[in-house]
């Protein structure tokens, strides 16, 4: 389980997040599209998994914080021209983009990998993102001289 939580101060969106991490509750913060601070907890046993987030988010609910609503995020494409259908090796590429994602976006609070597509003549990972100019430039950052440096565009489905 997991909560995520932005405030936009000064213009700058930031997050603050935590999460049950065995018998810790990992908390993470910083500004969006950067990597941020990480503190560990012991989790209280006699609390719930999200009352012991709450607990441990109680001062940033109180300064105002705030869930961001999935529909509320942009949905962000990085897409890849393939041959037909794709291949088992585009697959896997997909599949191991996806993970790279995930920590990616996960660890700069900006949202997460949603899965991907494959098939006539293109493949997609899709993300959904809270700030999609800070996630593209975090992206295209990160891709750089990497195998997955060939993709073909990153967009905004919202604004297709």
């Known amino acids: 389980m997991m909560l995520k939580?932005?405030?936009?101060?000064?213009?700058?969106?930031?997050?603050?997040e935590a999460w049950v991490n065995g018998a810790k509750i990992t908390e993470h913060w910083g500004v969006v599209g950067e990597r941020g601070t990480t503190a560990e907890h012991k989790r209280n046993k006699?609390?719930?998994?999200?009352?012991?987030?709450?607990?441990?988010?109680?001062?940033?609910?109180?300064?105002?914080?705030?869930?961001?609503?999935?529909?509320?995020h942009a949905?962000?494409?990085?897409?890849?021209?393939?041959?037909?259908?794709?291949t088992r090796q585009d697959l896997n590429k997909r599949h191991a983009l996806e993970e790279r994602?995930?920590?990616?976006?996960g660890w700069t609070g900006l949202g997460h990998c949603d899965g991907g597509s494959i098939g006539s003549g293109t493949m997609e990972v899709c993300c959904f993102v809270v700030d999609f100019a800070i996630a593209k430039r975090v992206?295209?950052?990160d891709l750089k001289q990497t195998k997955f440096a060939d993709y073909s565009r990153i967009y905004d489905e919202g604004a297709e």
Do not use: W
């Open 5 to 16: 939580l932005y405030k936009r101060v000064n213009l700058v969106l930031q997050y603050h």
């Open 46 to 72: 006699k609390l719930a998994e999200e009352e012991n987030l709450e607990q441990v988010l109680a001062k940033p609910l109180v300064d105002g914080h705030a869930p961001v609503e999935l529909d509320d």
């Open 75 to 86: 949905i962000l494409i990085i897409e890849f021209p393939v041959k037909d259908m794709g």
């Open 101 to 105: 994602m995930n920590e990616t976006l």
């Open 139 to 141: 992206i295209e950052e």
